[in-house]
């Protein structure tokens, strides 16, 4: 079966600052990967998916995640924090007709 | 425009008391899914509908059942042989069943014990 893990609960970050948040997962074929973005009291929303091609994958909002098969990680980054990304992130892989999550990293965004 | 919705927001249940928690697309998804989510654990799945008339049981189904009489619904019951069924719910949907398409979410309903 196949699992994600966030090891980060929780991360603070200036307002400017870079950002990079970790995913492993694990799964045995070639997996499809998701990074999604919740705001508190809201549903989840869809910031970027690997499938196959270009390991480095552009979403929405400035962000980008590197598929590293070798590690199997497939990390979200942004260059500059703006204090709107104050959120929950949460990685995802695909298995047989479901999504499994991550537990989540809380991000909190210094001024 | 397009979306899902999930109502209501806040709900309340009594003990012994069952509950339904709705959730409408105009998507036009023929796969929609039920998460529980807890602080600190993620999103679990309850349930899963691939298409109208057909339901799995997720990972988390026991207190739970669904329906799926109509493409755009699939509402969820809470009943009372859920015992912690204070959570946020999340509904979702994506185009077909394969689990490459990325899911849709609602904005969730907060279900809470008096």
């Known amino acids: 079966a196949q699992s994600v893990t966030q090891p980060d609960i929780h991360i603070t970050v200036s307002e400017g600052a870079s950002l990079e948040l970790r995913c492993n997962y694990s799964?045995?074929?070639?997996?499809?990967l998701f990074w999604y973005v919740q705001s508190p009291g809201q549903g989840l929303q869809l910031l970027l998916k690997y499938f196959s091609g270009d390991t480095l994958v552009q979403g929405i909002k400035g962000f980008e995640a590197e598929f590293k098969r070798s590690q199997s990680s497939f990390n979200l980054r942004k260059p500059s924090v703006h204090w709107s990304d104050a959120a929950e992130y949460f990685c995802a892989v695909a298995g047989s007709y479901q999504l499994t999550f991550g537990k989540g990293t809380k991000l909190s965004v210094i001024p | 425009d397009g979306g899902i919705t999930q109502s209501p927001k806040y709900l309340f249940r009594k003990e012994g008391q069952n509950v339904t928690l709705s959730c409408e697309q105009n998507?036009?998804?023929?796969?929609m899914y039920w998460y529980r989510q807890d602080p600190g654990q993620g999103l679990r799945l309850i349930y899963y509908s691939q298409i109208v008339n057909d339901f799995q049981k997720g990972d988390i189904a026991e207190g739970y059942s669904v329906s799926r009489e109509k493409k755009e619904s699939f509402p969820l019951t809470v009943t009372s042989a859920q015992k912690n069924p204070t959570a946020f719910y999340l509904c979702a949907s994506s185009i077909d069943r394969d689990s490459n398409q990325p899911q849709h979410f609602g904005d969730g309903t907060r279900l809470s014990i008096l």
């Open positions: 799964y045995g074929a070639t997996p499809y």
């Open positions: 998507l036009n998804h023929d796969a």
